[in-house]
């Protein structure tokens, strides 16, 4: 009989927490920077685990992560160029490699947030309240992830303060995002998407108390 990973996702789990809990103390310990410049590798296996455990169409899943990688750095281009949608900011040295000064793995970051809260969402019963439910629930994450990102300098503000404008900005473009990862991604199946939505909370909850 095949091994296979998706009747397993214990596994999965354990990856999860194995490599979140590392990242954790890494970044509480002395080696802060040298931990958090390691999140983009996170973010690789983060998304592995998704494409291993999604079940369905695997050119829907290409589809849909090529949609949401290009057009959120789309975005976070303009955001740092101009300041809309989200505020005045800049991109730190700890999310890797960049592309005009856009870390490439903030596309890869926006698919896997998009992923998690829709499966966190299907609690809803109506389309239109499981795209809010998912959108409301990447400004929950963001909140908790902001005051990090600034701690370990994946970004940072330049009044050093959240604007308010940033949660906005989340907020209606995940709408979108969340609205495409459904026209490319019609049924949503993954044994790991909540996993993943609950290990990153965790994570970053967290980091906000003990960082």
């Known amino acids: ?35 958090a410049a390691l999140t983009p590798f996170n973010l690789l296996l983060t998304m592995a685990v998704l494409y291993v455990y999604q079940e369905g ?11 949401i990688f290009i057009l959120g750095f789309i975005a976070e281009w303009v955001g740092v160029k101009t300041g809309f949608p989200f505020g005045d900011y800049r991109y730190g040295k700890n ?3 960049k592309l005009d000064d856009i870390p490439i793995i903030i596309g890869v970051n926006w698919f896997i947030l998009i992923l998690a ?11 239109f309240m499981k795209i809010i439910g ?23 503000w330049d009044s050093g303060e959240i604007p ?7 907020f209606f ?3 979108f995002f ?23 909370a965790l994570f970053f909850f967290l980091l906000n108390k003990l960082l």
């Open 1 to 35: 009989m095949p091994f296979d990973l998706k009747q397993k996702p214990f596994i999965g789990w354990a990856i999860l927490l194995i490599f979140h809990s590392v990242g954790l103390f890494g970044m509480l310990s002395p080696y802060r920077d040298f931990f």
């Open 57 to 67: 169409s695997k050119k829907q899943w290409w589809s849909a992560f090529l949609w």
């Open 95 to 97: 999310l890797g490699l």
């Open 117 to 127: 809260t829709r499966a966190m969402a299907e609690i809803f019963l109506s389309t």
């Open 134 to 156: 998912a959108a409301s629930l990447m400004v929950a994450i963001d909140l908790l992830i902001e005051p990090v990102a600034m701690k370990v300098d994946f970004w940072m």
């Open 164 to 170: 308010l404008q940033n949660y906005l900005g989340w």
């Open 173 to 175: 473009l995940s709408l």
């Open 178 to 200: 969340q609205w495409l990862s459904r026209s490319r991604i019609p049924e949503f199946k993954n044994p790991m998407a909540i996993p993943v939505f609950v290990v990153q």
